[in-house]
Every structure is written in C-alpha cells, then in structure tokens.
C-alpha cells in the first residue's frame, strides 16, 4: 500500500506504451503505476513518478522491483515462467500467474492445452524435422504456416511456406538456429476477430464486444468496433469462448482472443494476458478503458462496465514512416486541424519505419466514414499528408 494514499500500488513489469496507457488509466483510480523498465526512454519511464530500472530476466531485479508492490504485471510476455514461480513461492502477487501466462510465452503449449480442452483451433503439428512439415503439407495441403514457438510477435517468427522443398529448406534452417517450432493448416479467413475478457481473482468476468482487426504484413492496422455485419449468436458463442478460456486456464486480469473467421467458424489463433492492441479503441469507446479494466482485475475489485460509448468506433494505429518531411509535431497540427474529433495517443517513441508510434481513434454512427476518418487520421500521422 502507499501510505500517501492509502491505496495499493501495482507494479508493471515492462515500460512499453502498455505501461504508459496503464499508467494512465491508475491514475484516475488514485495510483501512480510502479514500473519496471529498461531504460529512461521507454514510453512508460518519461511518465510515471515511479520507474525503477532492470531486466525483466534478471530475478533479482524482478525481485527489488517487487518489494513493496501489492501485485505485479505485465506489459509483455517476456518473464520466464521460473522467475514468476519463483517470486510467488516468495509471496509476491503476480497476474497472471506462471501457469496461465505460458500460454500466451508458447504456442505449442498453446495449441497442445487449447486442443485438450476442445477449443477450435486450426489443424497443427509440433516439427521435430523438416519431415515432420512436409508429411503435414501433404496431409492437409499447401501453403501451410510455420511458426516458432516462442519469441515472435507482429508476425515475426510466421513464415507461409508453399512447397515441400521451401518447407525442408526453413525448417531445417529454423531448428539448426535453436527454433522450437509448429506446423499449422493456412486457414481459409474471411476476417481476423479479437475478443477481449478481464477475470479477477474473485472469478468475477467482463467481455468487451468483439471487434474486427485487420492486419497488413503481420501487423494489425486497424481495430473496427463493434466488428461488423457479425451474427449476434456468433458474437455471443465468441465471447462465451473467451470467457470459458480466461477461467478454465485461470487467468486474472485481461485476456485477448485473437480469432479467426472462416466459413467452417471460429478459430483461435492466438492469446495475449495483458491489454492488447486490439483492445485501444476502450479507451474511448467503452465505459471502462482496457487499461483500467486490467488494474481492476489484478486488484480484485469489481470489474466495469463494457457498453460501448458509441454504435462505431474506429483505432488506427500509427506506424513510423520514413525519415525526413514534416516534422511530428507539425503533422499533429495538421491531423488536429483536418480531424477535431480524433483521439491521438502517441507513445513517446522514436520514429522508425514501421513501428507502431501511436495510434488514433474516431468515434461515430457510420462505419465507413468513421473508417476513413480514422485512417486519414493516421496517414497525417505517418506521412504528414492527407
Ligand atoms: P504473432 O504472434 O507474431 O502475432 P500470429 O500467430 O498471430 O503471430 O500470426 C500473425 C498473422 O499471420 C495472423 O494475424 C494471421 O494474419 C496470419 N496467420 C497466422 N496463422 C495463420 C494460419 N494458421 N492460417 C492463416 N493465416 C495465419
């Protein structure tokens, strides 16, 4: 507890702009986040008062942080599950905890534990050899998606793979380097869904409504909320999914269900314990932002409501364009005056091409205009032009 405030103090483990959109959210509800980065540039360190420095594989770093924090959690998934064992075996707090984390650390277990408990998820296969990936391909067909186990993110560490030769060659490259590898089908997707849930440690769950995400080059671009023209019993058996996950793996705090939409249903892709880029556009869009929704559920308090503020709303993320043109505050005094009603949260970043630098939302009644406004919005951003 701070005895300034009489409140608990959450520490985040990770200075990313998760902790600093967190942050923000602890600071309407009384808090200031404890962070843990790894240096004073990180987004979460040029804001929060209290930032300690270390590294998020260092357990005696992990474990000073720790001192003092009511809970700890995380903005990314990069703490070794025996680090986490470790610190509760000392007392600590931590969500979520080592058990359900390592299925948002590992695919394969992902997978293997998704599969056990009868959750749609696309036909897949460990790769022991190369042989193992061609054997699968001939079995379910050509292209099929390879992908590490661990360690990737926005797409890094997917690779579609057309042919047996292609196959041999990539794998054996993979595994030589020390890959832990999977094998899926290429699923026939019509759209990628996200479905976000909070459980608390009381058990106490909030879904929020699914939404549509739309990838380009393995990043996600833009997040449309409510997702559209979806059937209510499928938007609902969604929800319902993401539910029965966060409790059958008991998670606490928030849980993001990365979906697939095929003409054979859903499937899962993927699972993220921590807000989520899919979830961004709450902040405006829903009565309790995913921010504070996750320190609720760490904290064990009665989760929010997740009603939609308005029938569409739209996130744009913001992707670092290339060097030199308009200077970035510049272009946001373009963007403000070409879109007063967009929200910008930029996330204290240094541009490089591509990477994820902020993103913005536009609330409204009609999805393309809103769409478009949205993305214009971001292309004022990324480029300075309309
Ligand atoms: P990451 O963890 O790097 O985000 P994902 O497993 O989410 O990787 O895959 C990145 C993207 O690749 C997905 O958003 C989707 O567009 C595509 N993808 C992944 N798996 C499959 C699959 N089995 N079939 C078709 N597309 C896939």
Redesign the pocket.
Known sequence: MDPRTGLPVVGMVGGGQLARMTHQAAIALGQSLRVLALTPDDGAALVAADVRYGDHTDLAALRAFAKDCDVVTFDHEHVPGEHIRALAAEGVTLYPAADPLRYAQD?RAMRERLSEMGAPV?R?RPVASPDDVTAFGAEVGWPV?L?AARG???????W?IGTGAEAVERAAALLAGGAELIV????A?RR?LAVQVARSPFGQVAAYPVVE?V?RD?I?VEVLAPAPALPEELAVAAQQLAIDLATGLDVVGLLAV?L?DTPAGLVV??LAMRPHNSGHWTIEGARTSQFEQHLRAVLDYPMGSTALTAPVTVMANVLGGEPGGMAIDERLHHLFAAEPGAKVHLYGKQVRPGRKIGHVTVLGDDLDEVRARAARAARWLRHGDQ
């Open positions: 695919k696309p897949w998606v992908k990737g993110y926005d797409g890094r560490g997917v579609l899926e089908e290429r699923v997707l990628e995400t990838q393995g996600c990365e697939f892709n993927e």
